[in-house]
């Protein structure tokens, strides 16, 4: 997810450990503009123990490299 404009999107995972996760073809965490589309993909596949997550920042360390 790194540089897509996530902030406000929801994604849909397993579980906190985010050990599985809905991807699309390119294997990229699927993203879904409203909380009900993420609902409907839900129910399309029958998920029965997941977490929708709403994306409210998107932290992005700055970090300088000295060598």
């Known amino acids: ?6 902030i406000g999107k929801y994604v849909i995972v397993k579980d906190l450990n985010f050990s599985d996760y809905m991807t699309d073809s390119n294997n990229e965490i699927c993203k879904y503009d409203t909380i009900e589309e993420a609902l409907d993909v839900c ?4 998920f029965e123990n997941v977490l929708i997550l709403k994306v409210v920042f998107n932290h992005i360390e700055n970090v300088d490299i000295k060598i």
């Open 1 to 6: 997810m790194y540089k897509s404009n996530v």
């Open 43 to 46: 129910g399309i596949y029958e």
